[in-house]
């Protein structure tokens, strides 16, 4: 759309009813019961006729040219489509708000001349109804129950019981009132993370596991094992097949811990994981209708105790078969979550009936979101290649790509060589190829054999294949997901009810792989390990049966201190630089060491502090605080630290001899570090002068720890290392950021005493990063490459060893300064 829609305060009712105009007289809006169209003007005249049928709400507005000439009848020409982004817009502020719903007119005597549907019995047969009709106008003489579509309603005489405003003073409110229309119940969130990728079994497995998918082994909903030579999919027998199934479901942790559990359909409830199902289960069949399943967590329910299950899964395929099938912003996902919404009701009731609602933790979840589908938003390969014979692409938002010839070829397939032909090809290109290996270390996809190498990394909206016929959601209005899980489209829902959580609460968003771990804490049982964060979402909870310490330090620090004995002569005067320097540059404590045989010793400077290693020649880390006007230091004169022995030091000859390497300096310039010449100049030196000093601007100071990472296994945990030459240092596989802020952004970072806020970055070092498509000296790339690397501090705990804020906050608070991954 190549106009920009005039804002809200310039459109005005048209005298002709269902039609909105703009006083520029450029556009229009019409409101009929098909749904709302957008029309830009084309002549004098414009008139309502000229609509033409479609389904209501349709998944992409139509943008029409609107014509007429003297004797002759409006011409209607369909000339493009408008994104769901604009479609949303439109809806949110342009449509009538009292003309789209039934909400305080279903007792309306006379038809609203403006209105988009209608309340009255007559729309029934008419085909006009609103779609909250029934719920608001009709079920309340059913039904003794308030759902979000009646809340502050006008009390209907028919109505079994009211949600109205006065309900509590008349005393006619429904059961569920206050939980509903009061938020007095339960905790939510603005948003759950999913897993990466965002995909239906890897989220529903890493949901009852608290696994990654990598950790797992669902990777996909379809995925090939060269170790076994067999495939994956959501419709083959081989799903059935235990050994694709890694961890172990809560369910199976509930039943070690001699609890009953009964699951009516969770991916691989239906499966014999570890050697053993459920108590009860039932395999998988959509066909069985909602309120049947419900029917059968009631028939459970009244099983005698000693048989009655202490744990339950209930899944809902809805609204993600109508989100592919027509889209996330069609009727029918409308429609679709209307209908969960009355089955979760329908559950809620029976809980009621059987006296169980205050003694029974729910949670509702979903997997992921929805992304809208458009071939416009397509890559294919074939595209990009000459020969396309020999690969094999598994389509999508997070494609993958291996040999045609398996296993025969798995291993000895030129991946790089397919990833650099694929890289760079077109401008603006939305498709990233990525190594697993290389892949942002946040999404934790590439330590499993079932993870192809090649990785196809699509911007927000864009899927990948192989060619034109095998994008599976393309064609007509359907959604997608599988996309990167930071994106806002991809996230998941959590609402949390019952005696044993907090109520009316909303926290902050987290991810789903903490889910595990809060369900265990709900029965009252040990998790298995895990890669959520035991503790992280205590604040959730009424009572914790787990309070989280910080890990005990492996490894202490040894003194480091001058090898000459005149070097520590003090000439008669007092140094006060060491305890001046440690609250300034280390307001949090100093980062203790979980690697085990750590021999390393703490560096005090005026400028920064560091935890110089024995082992690796380096610095673990270095920590410093910035203010907000600090400019970095050009000096890069390299000197020997006198309190580290000659053999314990790098020496300058040791890159000299490398033409792909160079010295870099962890910030401030005076830690030596060896780092890959385009890594250097392309991105710590920038980094440092110019990104870090806006972040220190913008957040009113930072406190800095940045360091090296080993991770050549790419397992997501580091790797012990050791020097491999006398004066030779390992060259690490990513550098780590960490700056930390006051959450009160008015006050600087050393006079903070309240909440903290922090963002990480794990920056891959690789002598070539060909995925940013940057040349010259445009560096505008910089600062999205640096924010798609974000990481959680966690993340950076487990791929450095070492533990961070030890002594400024309570565990509580750290925990979830951890966990968080900040968004851009």
């Known amino acids: 759309m190549s106009e920009v829609l005039p804002e809200k305060k310039n459109w005005t009712v048209a005298q002709w009813s269902n039609v909105l105009f703009s006083d520029e007289s450029k556009f229009c809006i019409s409101f009929g019961n098909q749904g709302p169209r957008v029309w830009r003007k084309g002549g004098e005249a414009h008139s309502p006729s000229c609509l033409k049928s479609s389904v209501k709400f349709p998944q992409s507005v139509m943008i029409w040219d609107a014509m007429s000439s003297a004797g002759v009848g409006p011409l209607c020409l369909l000339k493009t489509k408008v994104t769901a982004p604009i479609y949303q817009e439109i809806l949110e502020h342009f449509m009538l708000p009292s003309a789209e719903n039934c909400r305080n007119r279903c007792l309306s005597k006379s038809r609203d001349s403006n209105a988009v549907c209608h309340c009255d019995t007559g729309c029934v047969n008419e085909g006009t109804c609103c779609l909250d009709y029934k719920e608001v106008c009709v079920e309340p003489s059913q039904r003794w129950m308030c759902s979000k579509f009646r809340c502050g309603e006008e009390r209907l005489l028919n109505s079994l019981c009211s949600c109205s405003e006065d309900c509590v003073k008349v005393g006619d409110c429904c059961s569920n009132y206050k939980s509903i229309c009061e938020g007095k119940c339960g905790t939510s969130t603005p948003y759950m993370r999913p897993a990466?990728?965002?995909?239906?079994?890897?989220?529903?497995?890493?949901?009852?596991?608290?696994?990654y998918p990598e950790s797992h082994g669902i990777v996909d909903n379809k995925m090939y094992d060269v170790t076994r030579n067999a495939s994956f999919s959501l419709k083959a027998v081989e799903k059935f097949n235990p050994a694709w199934y890694q961890g172990e479901p809560v369910w199976l942790t509930a039943m070690r811990n001699k609890l009953k559990t009964a699951t009516f359909f969770w991916p691989g409830s239906d499966v014999k994981v570890n050697g053993q199902y459920p108590d009860f289960w039932v395999k998988y069949d959509g066909n069985i209708p909602f309120e049947k399943r419900v029917a059968k967590i009631f028939e459970w329910l009244h099983l005698p105790e000693g048989e009655r299950p202490d744990f339950y899964t209930l899944y809902f395929e809805e609204p993600d078969t109508a989100g592919h099938r027509y889209g996330p912003m069609s009727s029918q996902v409308i429609e679709a979550l209307l209908n969960v919404d009355r089955v979760i009701g329908l559950l809620m009731e029976g809980l009621k009936q059987r006296q169980l609602h205050k003694?029974?933790?729910?949670?509702?979840?979903?997997?992921?979101g929805m992304e809208e589908a458009s071939c416009k938003k397509a890559v294919y390969v074939s595209e990009y290649l000459d020969n396309i014979n020999d690969i094999t692409v598994i389509q999508g938002p997070a494609a993958r790509v291996r040999p045609r010839r398996l296993p025969d070829e798995f291993f000895s397939f030129d991946y790089e060589g397919l990833m650099k032909n694929l890289s760079c090809r077109k401008p603006d290109q939305p498709m990233r190829p990525y190594l697993k290996e290389h892949l942002p270390k946040r999404l934790h996809f590439a330590n499993n054999?079932?993870?192809?190498?090649?990785?196809?990394?699509?911007?927000?909206?864009w899927q990948a294949a192989l060619k034109p016929s095998e994008m599976k959601y393309c064609r007509g209005s359907t959604g997608f997901h599988g996309s990167d899980n930071i994106f806002k489209n991809m996230q998941a829902i959590f609402v949390g009810y019952g005696p044993g959580i907090n109520s009316k609460m909303t926290v902050p968003p987290f991810e789903n792989i903490e889910l595990y771990n809060l369900l265990c804490d709900l029965l009252g049982i040990p998790p298995a390990p895990n890669n959520g964060t035991h503790g992280s979402l205590n604040h959730l909870l009424k009572n914790p049966p787990h309070q989280p310490v910080y890990p005990a330090e492996r490894s202490a620090p040894s003194k480091c201190t001058p090898f000459s004995s005149s070097l520590r002569d003090p000439l008669g005067c007092t140094c006060d630089s060491l305890?001046?320097?440690?609250?300034?540059?280390l307001p949090y404590g100093i980062p203790r060491v979980l690697q085990q045989q750590s021999n390393h010793c703490i560096l005090y400077h005026s400028a920064y502090v560091s935890g110089y290693s024995r082992n690796i020649l380096m610095p673990l880390w270095?920590?410093?605080?910035?203010?907000?006007?600090?400019?970095?230091?050009?000096?890069?004169?390299?000197?020997?630290?006198?309190?580290v022995q000659a053999s314990e030091r790098q020496s300058c000859s040791f890159y000299k001899s490398n033409s792909t390497?160079?010295?870099?300096?962890?910030?401030?310039?005076?830690?030596?570090?060896f780092m890959s010449n385009v890594f250097v100049t392309d991105i710590w030196n920038r980094f440092?002068?110019?990104?870090l000093v806006k972040y220190s601007q913008e957040l009113n100071g930072v406190n800095v720890v940045s360091g090296p990472i080993f991770d050549n296994d790419f397992d997501g945990n580091y790797d012990f290392m050791n020097k491999g030459t006398p004066n030779g240092a390992p060259i690490p596989t990513h550098f780590f950021v960490i700056l930390t802020s006051c959450k009160n952004s008015s006050l600087h970072v050393r006079q903070c005493d309240g909440p903290l806020d922090a963002v990480s970055f794990v920056l891959p070092h690789r002598p070539d990063h060909l995925e940013t498509c940057h040349n010259g000296s445009d560096y505008s790339w910089l600062q999205d490459w640096v924010q798609l690397h974000v990481a959680r501090i966690r993340d950076i705990e487990l791929l450095t060893g070492l533990s961070f804020y030890h002594d400024r906050i309570s565990v509580a608070e750290m925990l979830q300064l951890k966990t968080t991954l900040k968004t851009f």
């Open 196 to 211: 990466y990728p965002t995909k239906t079994f890897p989220n529903h497995y890493t949901i009852v596991t608290g696994l």
């Open 359 to 368: 003694c029974v933790n729910l949670v509702l979840v979903s997997d992921h």
């Open 449 to 461: 054999i079932r993870i192809e190498r090649a990785h196809l990394y699509m911007q927000p909206g």
């Open 579 to 585: 305890t001046e320097a440690e609250p300034v540059h």
């Open 622 to 643: 270095v920590s410093y605080s910035l203010n907000v006007s600090v400019q970095p230091s050009a000096d890069t004169c390299v000197r020997a630290d006198v309190r």
């Open 661 to 673: 390497l160079t010295f870099g300096l962890l910030h401030p310039p005076r830690s030596l570090l």
């Open 688 to 691: 440092h002068n110019v990104l």
